[in-house]
């Protein structure tokens, strides 16, 4: 007769139970810097009803465009290196790239009067160049995504001021405007182009064997490279993808702003960040994707106007936003630890 070893309802039902409790309570951890954003909101709301308003949320729907767009880039950066905010997927470069991209396409087309066609594709090809000397300077040589897109952003900051000299550019151009003014099916033309990139980079790393070798790069190396893949490869590819979306980008902040202005880059990597680390919250599996990007650059965007309309200092906006991203990163470091 074999005895067989069960463990006994009461014992599964706790154990069940106390399982349950683990994950209800990393899913409240992760979903804290947003709830503690829409409990803002809604005060700020309460104080000042125009926050609400028609008007504000299609003018939040128009600057949350170009902050989804870098952020969706973001995102496949973590999707192929993983969450982990230091040793992980990062690029601190994208905002940087997407503005000189923008000084660019204004330049080309203002001051050397080339056609949008042209200055596009030179737009591109600069994007392309960024993205694979990222990609080069972590998969080659072997630094840190972290360290190596900070150098990045100083470089390409320091060449958005050479290009520019610090001064705006303004672009009347019809597809500029077009962008700009125009709408389809109720939305803001720019939000349409958001869309459209999102439901792409959505399909590429859900729906494809690429992207599922991407992810599966970013879950785990040693499991990927043991299944057969090389995680290096995903990864170059996603700093180089990264890098054309905030080319692409750069067309959308020159509509929004009707040219170049000085000083994008910095709000633009601050919003970028806030919605990549927040894109996890609005995910049914809690990992950072392009919709759940798309939906936190709109939160992203309806607090800063709400903190603009209730007339709080600008000094205490960047500051809010900086202890929200400390939050965010803090939570996003407690959550890769607990999975390991």
């Known amino acids: 007769m074999t005895l067989e070893l069960r463990p006994s309802p009461a014992r599964g039902g706790r ?37 609400l ?45 997407a503005t000189l991209s923008t000084a660019i396409l204004a330049k080309a087309m203002t001051e050397r009067g080339l056609s949008f066609g042209v200055a596009l594709a030179l737009v591109g090809a600069v994007a ?59 939305l803001p033309l720019a939000a349409v182009l958001a869309l459209a990139l999102m439901a792409v980079l959505w399909l590429a790393v859900q729906r ?27 990864l170059a590819a996603a700093f180089v993808i990264a890098s054309l979306t905030a080319g692409f980008d750069g067309l959308l902040l020159a509509a929004r702003g009707s040219g170049f202005s000085p000083g994008t880059e910095e709000r633009l990597l601050v919003d970028m960040v806030l919605a990549g680390y927040l894109s996890p919250v609005f995910s049914r599996r809690g990992v950072a994707t392009p919709p759940g990007a798309l939906v936190a650059a709109l939160l992203v965007a309806l607090l800063t106007n709400a903190l603009v309309l209730s007339r709080v200092d ?23 630890r607990r999975s390991r």
């Open 15 to 51: 154990a069940s139970r106390i399982a349950w409790f683990g994950r209800a309570g990393q899913g409240l951890v992760r979903a804290a810097p947003v709830v503690v954003a829409v409990a803002v909101l809604v005060v700020l709301a309460v104080r000042t009803p125009a926050i």
């Open 128 to 186: 392309l160049g960024l993205g694979l000397v990222n990609a080069g300077l972590v998969v080659i040589v072997g630094m840190t995504p972290i360290l190596a897109t900070l150098a990045s952003l100083v470089v390409i900051s320091g060449l958005i001021r050479v290009v520019t000299k610090n001064r705006r550019t303004d672009t009347p151009q019809p597809v500029i405007a077009a962008i700009r003014d125009g709408q389809l099916l109720g």
């Open 314 to 336: 600008n000094s205490w906006v960047y500051g809010f936003k900086g202890a929200l991203i400390l939050t965010v990163v803090a939570v996003s470091s407690i959550t890769a």
């Open 53 to 97: 308003g028609l008007a504000n949320l299609q003018a939040s729907i128009t600057q949350a465009a170009p902050i989804a767009v870098v952020a969706m880039g973001l995102v496949l950066v973590i999707a192929a290196g993983g969450d982990d905010v230091v040793s992980g997927g990062i690029d601190l470069s994208l905002a940087a790239t």
């Open 208 to 234: 494809t064997a690429f992207g599922a070798h991407l992810r599966a790069a970013g879950a785990g190396r040693s499991a990927a490279v043991t299944a057969g893949l090389n995680p290096n490869r995903y």
